[in-house]
């Protein structure tokens, strides 16, 4: 499955953006679904996560009431709605797939990556 990832942009602090993910070559439906970022010398970090049957969301500590995950099967896309942004949210943001996965925290059960779309927030 290809994934592209896309809405990056500038933003100033408080405000929000929308990532998309779409996929290709294969249906998402089967697929967990999650968001990652990385900063500039930082290691990549989980942001958030949905189970394949979208029943489960899972949100870092650090983002979690500001950032909402879903998807939209019928698309074969997920988003990521990011609310209340802050400097600190400044970062590559990746889409990744893991089939029939959890909405795991952990970056090796993803299967299939996006090249990944930069958010940066600043004044």
């Known amino acids: 499955v290809q994934l592209q990832a896309s809405g990056g942009g500038l933003v100033q602090p408080g405000g929000s953006l929308r990532l998309s993910c779409a996929a290709s070559g294969r249906t998402l439906s089967r697929y967990a679904m999650g968001w990652f970022r990385q900063a500039p010398g930082k290691e990549r970090e989980f942001v958030a996560g949905i189970s394949w049957e979208g029943t489960i969301t899972n949100y870092s500590d650090s983002v979690k009431g500001r950032f909402t995950i879903s998807r939209d099967n019928a698309k074969n896309t997920i988003f990521l709605q990011m609310d209340s942004l802050k400097p600190e949210d400044t970062a590559v943001y990746y889409c990744?797939?893991?089939?029939?996965?959890?909405?795991?925290?952990?970056?090796?059960?993803?299967?299939?990556w996006g090249q990944g779309t930069q958010v940066t927030v600043s004044s």
């Open positions: 990744a797939a893991d089939l029939y996965g959890s909405a795991s925290y952990d970056s090796n059960l993803y299967d299939y």
